[in-house]
């Protein structure tokens, strides 16, 4: 009775990454206007990484009780290989997550003006480094932030830290990964602004597309299976044993 509607927790995922997109992301071109013609420094890059961490503790105590807020692919997809997840509502959460980071970077548009495009818009992207190096970064990046989610939502894990956690994490990861590729570490952060600095007729260098969603993805399961097998007990052996028992009665 108390459970939300599968159309509300589309919503809260489609806000949720619409909300980090924006703040995270819009972080970007806002500093670079605000800078001028000034270089870019490490306040700048603390700045960003506290943006993305602020809106996500944010969006966890918003959403996370309707939808689980994973505004991530990874999450979603590290979420289901991991029986923590039902596979078939992967789908639809990725949709709302991708056209979130669509609406959210037209946002940063509409609030900042063109100029936002003109100075990239926030756009993940890995320069002149080799496909290797920046797989690695954007790997690396997903995985601390995917093991961390797991953590804090396992059964005997403290109670009300998850947001302040995740946040923390995403600001950590954000400082030693986003001078290499952006630090998206998330296919739906990598998507949207992509997808909208094309369409308002910016340079998008789609070959580096699959290089971050196939890391991040790769990232997202690795951590999964890692998880399980550091944390797993003789309970939760038990507990899913009862579970496959109890659905093979059923069938």
């Known amino acids: ?22 703040v995270g992301v819009g972080s970007v071109p806002a500093l670079a206007m605000a800078r ?3 270089p870019f420094s490490g306040a ?7 943006a993305f961490g602020t ?16 505004i991530n692919p990874a999450v979603t997809v590290a979420l289901a290989v991991a029986g923590k997840f039902p596979w078939k509502d992967v789908p639809g959460y990725i949709i709302a997550q991708v056209l979130g ?9 509409a609030v900042l003006g063109q100029r ?3 100075l990239g818009l926030g756009v993940a992207s890995y320069g002149e480094i080799s496909i290797g190096q920046a797989f690695a970064a954007e ?42 590729t952006g630090a998206s570490i998330n296919p739906a952060r990598t998507t949207g602004p992509m997808f909208v600095q094309w369409a308002l ?16 993805l790769v990232a997202g399961v690795a951590a999964a299976a890692l998880f399980t097998v550091v944390s797993r007990t003789s309970a939760d052996r038990t507990s899913l044993t009862e579970a496959l028992t109890e659905q093979e009665t059923r069938a």
Not at 44 to 50: E, K
Not at 102 to 107: K, L, N, R, T
């Open 1 to 22: 009775m108390d459970d939300n509607r599968t159309w509300q927790k589309l919503a809260a995922e489609f806000l949720g990454t619409a909300f980090l997109v924006f």
């Open 139 to 180: 790997f690396v990046g997903t995985f601390i932030l995917v093991f961390t989610v797991f953590g804090v939502i396992h059964r005997k894990a403290a109670p009300g830290f998850a947001g302040l956690v995740i946040g923390l994490i995403v600001f950590a990861a954000i400082i030693p990964v986003a001078p290499v």
């Open 101 to 109: 980071a669509v609406v959210g970077a037209f946002a940063i548009v």
């Open 44 to 50: 700048d890059l603390g700045f960003i990484a506290l």
């Open 36 to 38: 001028g013609d000034q």
């Open 201 to 216: 007729g910016g340079q998008v260098a789609w070959e580096q597309w699959p290089v971050y969603i196939i890391a991040e």
């Open 116 to 118: 936002a495009s003109e």
């Open 55 to 70: 809106v996500v503790v944010g969006t966890v105590y918003v959403f996370g009780y309707i939808s689980g807020n994973h």
